[in-house]
């Protein structure tokens, strides 16, 4: 199901770690670790989903979603549809304060990620809290500069001109770090502006009966498209069907 080194990322097992076994390795297991592609995959093959998208880390989770795909298909016929992965170009998000990780919505520091309903005060306090480095100007040079990269990286995927990073280094090259964070903050503020009213707005108390109905009708849809499935599944490994009381 995972590789080795996909085993030792989620244990946060260091490098030298080489067998599963370890006394390490059987103090970190859970049993998420195992259950969850299994439910991702589920969550994906019961409602025919075509596309998929996620995160970099996530790939081989969708992978393992499409050999069950595959390998029940190869059995039983076409049943069901093998997803294909949509990757974002913004392929991986990491810490403001700790640049080698991903960013991260459960991080016990807030000022760590930022949130999509921050307002711009909230935006420019974390970036100039942000870990950068004391190296006189900007550059782009994730080894030696994570923090100023990691920015430049975050501004990159929200730049309109769609600049690389190595690009918006260029025209930073002689800023000072803190108007360089003030241009970061207005660039991811500007980004958000939209997301985040809209999400202001429906979450409004007089707005909260409009997501109540969005749920409940998904809801209806998602187990309609399931029975279908299952129905489906049912008919072709010989489970006779039934209804519910």
């Known amino acids: 199901m995972f590789r080795v080194n996909r085993l030792q990322s989620k244990l946060a097992l260091s490098d030298e770690t080489t067998a599963l076994d370890s006394s390490d390795a059987k103090a970190k297991l859970k049993l998420g670790l195992f259950s969850y592609p ?24 969708l992978e393992f979603a499409r050999q069950c795909a595959e390998s029940f298909n190869a059995v039983y016929g076409e049943v069901f549809v093998i997803p294909q992965t949509v990757l974002s170009s913004a392929k991986r998000v990491m810490s403001l304060h700790e640049p080698h990780r991903k960013m991260s919505k459960s ?27 004391s190296v006189t100007g900007v550059s782009y040079d994730p080894v030696n500069r994570p923090g100023v990269s990691n920015l430049l990286t975050i501004m990159s995927y929200l730049d309109r001109g769609g600049r690389t990073p190595e690009e918006l280094a260029t025209g930073f090259k002689a800023m ?15 980004r958000l502006a ?34 279908v499935t299952m129905t489906a599944v049912r008919q072709v490994v010989g489970f006779r069907s039934y209804s519910r009381s």
Not at 176 to 190: A, L, N, R, W
Not at 203 to 225: K, P, Y
């Open 38 to 61: 299994v439910l991702q995959a589920a969550d994906i093959l019961l409602y025919g989903t075509t596309h998929v998208p996620v995160g970099e880390d996530q790939a081989q989770h």
């Open 107 to 133: 991080h016990q520091d807030t000022r760590s990620r930022i949130h999509i309903n921050d307002d711009p005060a909230a935006v420019r306090d974390k970036i100039r809290l942000a870990l950068t480095d």
């Open 176 to 190: 000072s770090m803190q108007d360089f964070k003030d241009g970061v903050s207005s660039t991811i503020s500007e």
């Open 194 to 227: 939209e997301i985040r009213e809209r999400y202001n707005h429906l979450m409004m108390a007089d707005m909260t009966g409009f997501l109540d109905n969005i749920a409940d009708e998904g809801a209806v849809e998602a187990r309609r498209q399931a029975e």
